[in-house]
């Protein structure tokens, strides 16, 4: 298995509502990674986590709150978004050394 | 503080043309490289991975190359079809750290 499944494909939801984004991937990496991308923009780093513990927090909203249950999963549990916090969501990981990044195919989030 | 900057902004060709994808970065303490392809939309597919000892990758019509001591990378694509038509991304990794640093893309359409 070589690739990052990111689950919803798609999410709208209401600026009062609690919702989870989840990414998983069985290749073995040991970091994860949440991007954020709006449109006609490259992606930013949200988070990173290393070895199931976080270790960047690029200065992300308390709204946006992480969690890496174990080494194959990440959540990005969401409360409280508002309509800016709408754009595409990308899950990440990579192998310690020399490995490349490897994306999901993200999260279209819509904050209405 | 590194900065990743790529050369078109937008490129449109017709099929069949030889091109040159261009990115620089300002800081040559550099891990790897990787190029992306991003079609609209949807996750990042990675291309080719080049780490900071080579010179150069290839994969099928797709040739990359880097130049760490002037600071440059450029992806070749040979013989461009319809089907290439997309955005991509460079992104750099640095020595010390986990983050990845994209350049803002080239969107490239082949014209039939």
């Known amino acids: 298995d070589t690739e990052v499944t990111q689950t919803p494909k798609h999410l709208v939801m209401g600026m009062t509502n609690k919702k989870s984004l989840k990414c998983e991937q069985h290749m073995g990496h040991r970091a994860m990674y949440w991007y954020k991308q709006k449109a006609k923009k490259p992606p930013e780093l949200m988070f990173v986590?290393?070895?199931?513990?976080?270790?960047i927090n690029e200065s992300v909203p308390s709204r946006f709150s992480p969690e890496c249950p174990n080494s194959s999963l990440l959540n990005l549990h969401l409360h409280a978004l508002q309509p800016e916090d709408s754009a595409l969501y990308l899950c990440?990981?990579?192998?310690?050394?020399?490995?490349?990044?490897?994306f999901g195919s993200g999260t279209r989030l819509t904050v209405v | 503080k590194q900065e990743v900057t790529q050369i078109p902004a937008a490129l449109s060709v017709p099929e069949g043309e030889n091109l040159v994808l261009n990115c620089s970065f300002t800081d040559s303490a550099i891990y790897n490289l990787q190029w992306f392809r991003q079609d609209p939309g949807k996750g990042l597919t990675s291309l080719l991975l080049?780490?900071?000892?080579?010179r150069e990758q290839t994969s099928g019509r797709l040739n990359a190359s880097l130049d760490k001591s002037s600071g440059r990378s450029t992806l070749y694509i040979a013989a461009s079809q319809p089907g290439d038509s997309a955005t991509y991304l460079c992104?750099?990794?640095?020595?010390?750290?986990?983050?990845?640093?994209f350049g803002s893309g080239t969107r490239l359409l082949v014209r039939p």
């Open positions: 992104a750099v990794r640095m020595d010390s750290s986990y983050k990845l640093i």
């Open positions: 990440a990981s990579s192998q310690e050394g020399v490995d490349g990044y490897t």
């Open positions: 080049i780490q900071s000892s080579q």
């Open positions: 986590y290393s070895y199931e513990k976080l270790s």
